[in-house]
């Protein structure tokens, strides 16, 4: 459960601090976990926090260094001793060095990479060279290797005296002299095993890796897969470059949702949280959307104007106009928003996308019949619109739905095959796509039947 803080909390860690009472101070934040006492940075005053952070034991601090945000990072880093930055940074772990060299200014990473030893700077700088958002870029090279010909005995003995710097010991990879990846290891399937067996004898010889330019969010559904703690990035040759473990993937993963979120909301993503971004920034990620989809809206205006006669000798046409592109719209959004989640999770393949197609054409029409048969009843009995009227909007809103979902699924499935986020295709761009569809059947029906 997550941790809260109440002001008088905060109040005491401060006077404690202004009355140097270190070791009691020391006391409290011992007993609680990194990504709290991050938490209780963040609601403390700026000026007190380098003062807080020296007081952690020196492991506990690296950890809660990873867990606070960037400015707070930038901040201590620049009030530390080069002395103190080196004690930190020989405690993070790669993957977390990665992260924290690509958020910060260019003078703060040259002094994070100036403390950290050659060959630390040497992973960092293999890691930096793989794309935003492949398995590369999320790795750690921070992982135990064994030999197949090890013994048990020799293996747990080599894990005690390199396992310590490493970010996961419940795994070990085994490799061979080529670094080829053949096979992986439990520390269970150790632990219960005999000291004089072989590894290559007791590993598991099928083992689920991944390329280092695989797609991030791939990984992470191996993850949701598989429910793995760790797992392996080979090169194209298979050769083990590093292993990503399951808190990368699952920040992976709420950095994916909090992307398809804001896109199906037409908003540029950004990776700062909301009361850290600035009034111009966040202007700047949704007025481009804004314009765009004002002037796409543009096209049902001119549809209108096209059925303007049509309209003035039925004016009463006019009044529901925004039912149905609501109706529409609302319906679209039910259908790709149910196709993206299902591309996501990888329950649907474009090769599925006409059994998708023939079953949204079924829920539809049911849909579709379902709202045009209450909207007639609402038509005749509390509007009193003659019954041609009525059949022109019932008919228009059956055939507006069927169209809304066709378009609702097709769109994101297209867009996943040509390689863009099925999530731009998510409500806004739907919806435009559907009024102009529900106007132009509207009018059509309209004047069919009524002879304008």
Same mark, same amino acid.
């Given at each position: ?22 070791? +009691?101070?020391?006391?409290?934040? $011992? ?49 530390? +001793? ?14 977390? *060095? ?31 060279? /793989?794309?935003?958002? +492949? ?19 020799? %293996?747990? &003995? ?66 949701? &897969? ?22 990368? %993937? ?10 398809? *979120?804001? *896109? ?9 949280? /909301? ?20 002037? =796409?809206?543009?096209?049902? #205006?001119?549809?209108?104007? #096209? ?25 679209? =959004?039910?259908? +790709?928003?149910?196709?993206?989640? #299902?591309? =996501? ?32 009843? &609402?038509? *005749? ?8 009227? %009525? ?55 309209? $004047? ?5």
């Amino acid at each position: 459960m997550e941790e809260k803080f109440t002001p008088q909390m905060i109040q005491t860690i401060e006077r404690l601090l202004e009355q140097k009472k270190y070791v +009691s101070i020391r006391d409290v934040l $011992t007993t609680m976990k990194a990504v709290d006492i991050a938490a209780l940075f963040d609601e403390t005053d700026e000026s007190k926090r380098p003062l807080l952070f020296r007081i952690l034991p020196k492991e506990l601090a690296a950890e809660t260094f990873v867990e606070m945000d960037d400015d707070t990072q930038e901040l201590l880093i620049h009030g530390f +001793s080069d002395t103190e930055l080196k004690e930190v940074v020989d405690e993070l772990y790669v993957d977390d *060095m990665v992260d924290i060299v690509e958020e910060m200014p260019a003078n703060v990473v040259k002094r994070i990479l100036l403390s950290a030893d050659s060959e630390t700077r040497k992973a960092i700088n293999e890691i930096l060279k /793989y794309p935003d958002d +492949s398995a590369g870029s999320i790795m750690t090279t921070e992982y135990v290797t064994l030999r197949p010909d090890m013994t048990v005995k020799d %293996a747990i &003995k080599r894990i005690r005296r390199t396992g310590v710097d490493k970010e996961t010991i419940y795994t070990s990879y085994v490799t061979n002299n080529n670094r080829t990846l053949v096979g992986l290891l439990s520390m269970k399937t150790l632990l219960l095993s005999d000291d004089d067996d072989v590894v290559q004898d007791i590993m598991e010889t099928h083992v689920i890796s991944v390329k280092t330019l695989d797609d991030q969010e791939e990984v992470a559904n191996y993850f949701k &897969k598989y429910d793995f703690l760790a797992m392996p990035v080979v090169d194209n040759e298979n050769r083990l470059v590093g292993i990503v473990t399951v808190d990368d %993937a699952i920040d992976v993963m709420e950095d994916e949702v909090t992307e398809d *979120m804001e *896109m199906m909301a037409a908003i540029t993503p950004t990776d700062k949280p /909301y009361l850290k971004t600035g009034v111009f920034e966040t202007w700047g990620k949704r007025i481009p959307w804004l314009l765009l989809l004002m002037i =796409s809206a543009t096209f049902t #205006g001119m549809i209108i104007t #096209g059925f303007e006669e049509a309209l003035a000798t039925q004016v009463v046409l006019t009044a529901f106009i925004p039912m149905l592109m609501d109706t529409g719209g609302n319906s679209g =959004s039910q259908a +790709s928003v149910t196709v993206i989640r #299902g591309l =996501s999770l990888e329950e649907i393949q474009f090769k599925d996308i006409l059994k998708v197609v023939w079953k949204e054409i079924r829920v539809a029409f049911l849909c579709g019949l379902t709202l045009a048969v209450a909207n007639f009843g &609402k038509l *005749m009995i509390i509007d009193r619109v003659g019954m041609s009227i %009525a059949l022109v909007v019932c008919s228009t809103l059956l055939i507006t739905v069927i169209c809304a979902k066709v378009i609702g699924c097709i769109l994101p499935m297209l867009a996943k095959k040509i390689g863009f986020d099925p999530a731009v295709m998510a409500s806004p761009f739907i919806t435009t796509a559907v009024d102009a569809i529900s106007l132009i059947v509207y009018f059509n029906i309209a $004047t069919a039947f009524l002879h304008l």
